[in-house]
């Protein structure tokens, strides 16, 4: 099982969430623990430099990369979809 680390940015836009969604959000990271790589991944080509992956939640789209060396998930960022690839 792979540990969590969440980048300032999205800890910060969680914390403003409603309840509601910070759940549904937990709940996705939670399963990324056990699978980093659901059938719902899709590699953001944006990033040249490192391998980042985005999953949906609802409205919302949470953008992590894997280190398998550390087996670490590391979240960039989370964000609605019309903004969060900006």
Same mark, same amino acid.
């Given at each position: ?13 969680? *914390?403003?969430?409603?309840? #509601? ?10 399963? /990324?623990?056990? &699978?980093? !790589? ?7 080509? *944006?990033?040249?430099?490192? #391998? ?10 949470? /953008?992590?990369? &894997?280190? !398998? ?18």
């Amino acid at each position: 099982m792979f540990s969590l680390k969440f980048s300032n940015n999205a800890a910060k836009f969680i *914390k403003k969430l409603e309840q #509601k969604f910070k759940d549904r959000i937990e709940k996705k990271t939670n399963e /990324l623990q056990k &699978v980093p !790589f659901p059938r719902d991944s899709v590699r953001v080509e *944006k990033y040249k430099d490192y #391998k980042v992956f985005r999953v949906r939640v609802g409205q919302f789209r949470i /953008l992590y990369s &894997v280190d !398998f060396n550390e087996k670490l998930i590391i979240i960039i960022d989370v964000g609605k979809r019309s903004n969060i690839y900006d």
